[in-house]
């Protein structure tokens, strides 16, 4: 019995052995084959981004000058603003290559301060000699360069969004927009940097690196249009493209202290962009244009809204620009907000709003308090839930599986996948100390196509009410905060997420917006942040706060919006802003 007994206590133990063996065999092939491709796609990544860099470097090789007439020369074209530039290449003042060169040399210099470019665009000299060649001007952009952000499809460039799955699948043909640039004489020249999978208010992907703030090197210069917005800033670019879906043209423009506009969706086409949330409703993205000044954004959208446009994307609402409207000379009646109760700005941002109140009541103008109605609901229950309605699976399926994942977006990334189940018992500890942060956990999750219509349904009832609230004060034009903080440091990007508000309240209800830098951060603002409480000094307020120490000497822009397809007006009232208010 003994005998027996002990024969089946080595089998046993022989099998357990054996098993435990083989998981461990397992495991080590596991982790080996994991490791191993993380090796391979660090290399790929390191590859396109070496061959990017090289690109750049021979763009500037190929154009750099040193000292003489030609540098004063280009120095004179860096200088010009959109509609200068537009009338001496028209002129015959300067030629396309002059211009096209003098941008080049300037881009890749800012680059290589910023890391704000991906790669040069490869027919643009090619492209600027026929146009000099040409037997007359092409149209209102001929010869400008014309920067472009990564997620922009261009004919033979990958567009990545900053994931390595796409460095080996070239566009089959450009964007509508890029197309209709190109009829209209722009020399597109480089692609500009983003973050990854563009939701994020840095500026930092895997494949290209991290992009920083022209004025500070250790904060971000937003997202996603980081690239385009730092850019510009520096002189690299006179006009740019960017894309708004929760801010990601007008918060970068604020960062960096430039001109960013968000039109109505479908006012201009977003054909042949990558986006990185296809099929997703309620939150809505649009292209955005980006530049130096105001008449440089309307010029851009003037050569955007023309009969090609309209053919190549038949979608798009066939309304020209309407420049008597942008001209038009008559007192505006403008409502304004300085703060939204689920994210009360800090010092500097609500500051800059009443300087800019302030000067336009000077100038004539009629300044009305608004309330934004419900601003909680519409930024937590409505706008939040619709643009992670499927708990983030599109990011972990669709880009990010089996990818390199951005340092800066690993924090984002795991709160918008987290289970359901989860957040209900987070947001229910959290509740009694911190209610703002428990209710974006979890408050009214959508866990259904049930759910989902109905939160639909009732962003259109939002809509409705607040368009009840502006006509009620007789009005059709706002002036609010740019955003909830001036210019952070990436590594607080993704748990800062609610300053958003005050751009994508205008994604939910899908008005023009635009931002114009009005002021600095004063050393009286960096004082004040003593007893800013925020919300209530929950676990964001700290952050907030954290983040917005020493931005002494940032740029803080103010926010203007309009009615749908009232684009003209909101650019109106930028450049009344922007002339009754010089930084």
């Known amino acids: 019995m003994d005998r027996v007994y002990n024969i089946i206590t080595e089998s046993v133990n022989s099998s357990i052995f054996a098993y435990t063996a ?89 680059n290589d301060e910023l890391n704000c470019l991906t790669e040069p665009i490869p027919d643009a000299s090619e492209r600027a000699q026929n146009l000099d060649a040409a037997d007359r001007p092409l149209g209102l952009l001929h010869g400008v360069p014309v920067s472009i952000k990564e997620h922009y499809n261009i004919k033979g460039m990958v567009t990545t969004l900053g994931v390595t799955k796409h460095l080996d699948t070239p566009a089959d043909e450009d964007a509508v927009i890029v197309q209709v640039l190109k009829r209209q004489g722009a020399v597109p020249f480089v692609k500009t940097n983003i973050p990854q999978t563009l939701l994020s208010i840095s500026c930092s992907n895997p494949v290209f690196g991290n992009t920083v703030n022209p004025h500070d090197r250790t904060r971000s210069p937003g997202g996603s249009s980081g690239g385009e917005a730092a850019l510009i800033r520096g002189g690299g670019s006179v006009l740019g493209l960017g894309s708004d879906i929760g801010g990601s043209a007008r918060g970068p423009a604020h960062f960096c202290g430039i001109c960013g506009f968000k039109p109505t969706a479908m006012r201009i086409s977003d054909r042949g962009l990558l986006k990185s949330s296809p099929g997703s409703q309620g939150l809505i993205s649009s292209p955005g244009l980006m530049a130096r000044d105001v008449d440089s954004l309307a010029l851009g959208l003037k050569a955007l809204l023309v009969p090609d446009m309209f053919q190549l994307d038949p979608q798009v609402v066939p309304i020209p620009f309407r420049q008597e409207m942008y001209e038009e000379k008559q007192p505006m009646r403008i409502g304004y907000f ?83 189940y989860l957040r209900k018992i987070q947001g229910f500890l959290l509740k009694p100390f911190w209610p703002r942060v428990s209710r974006m956990l979890s408050h009214r999750l959508i866990g259904s196509v049930y759910d989902l219509w109905q939160r639909l349904a009732e962003r259109e009832e939002y809509i409705k009410q607040f368009l009840d609230e502006l006509k009620k004060n007789n009005l059709d034009l706002l002036l609010c905060p740019a955003f909830g903080l001036p210019a952070c440091k990436p590594e607080h990007a993704g748990k800062i997420l609610s300053a958003t508000a005050y751009n994508s ?15 600095t951060v004063t050393e009286e ?21 954290e983040t917005t120490r020493g931005a002494v000497g940032l740029p803080v822009a103010v926010q203007c919006v309009a009615l ?3 684009e003209e007006k909101c650019l109106r009232l930028m450049k009344e802003v922007e002339t009754l208010c010089p930084v």
């Not at 939204?340 to 609500?350: R, W």
Request: proline letters at 5%; glycine letters at 6%; aromatic letters at 8%.
């Open 505 to 519: 309240l205008f994604n939910l209800l899908n008005f023009p917006a635009g931002v114009v830098p009005v002021t």
């Open 338 to 420: 300085t703060t939204l109760s689920v994210c009360p700005p800090t010092p500097s941002m609500g500051r800059a709003v009443i300087i800019a109140k302030e000067a336009l009541e000077k100038a004539g103008h009629t300044l009305v308090a608004f309330d934004v109605p419900e601003d909680m609901r519409a930024i937590i229950d409505l706008a939040l839930r619709l643009i992670t309605a499927d708990n983030g699976r599109t990011f972990s399926t669709k880009w990010l599986k089996d990818e390199l994942i951005d340092e800066y977006l690993k924090g984002q990334i795991y709160l918008w996948t987290m289970p359901h």
């Open 525 to 545: 603002d960096d004082r004040l942040l003593d007893d800013w409480r925020g919300y209530g000094n929950d676990m964001i307020d700290k952050i907030i706060k």
């Open 564 to 566: 749908p397809w009232q």
């Open 22 to 110: 083989v998981s461990a065999g397992l495991l080590s092939c596991y982790v080996g084959l994991k490791v191993y491709r993380t090796q391979q796609l660090k290399r790929k990544a390191f590859k396109k981004r070496e061959e990017s860099r090289k690109a750049l470097r021979d763009v500037q090789r190929a154009v750099t000058v040193d000292g003489g007439p030609t540098a004063a020369r280009r120095r004179a074209i860096l200088s010009l603003s959109l509609p200068q530039l537009t009338q001496q290449l028209r002129d015959g003042q300067l030629s396309a290559v002059q211009v096209l060169q003098a941008f080049q040399e300037k881009a890749t210099v800012v």
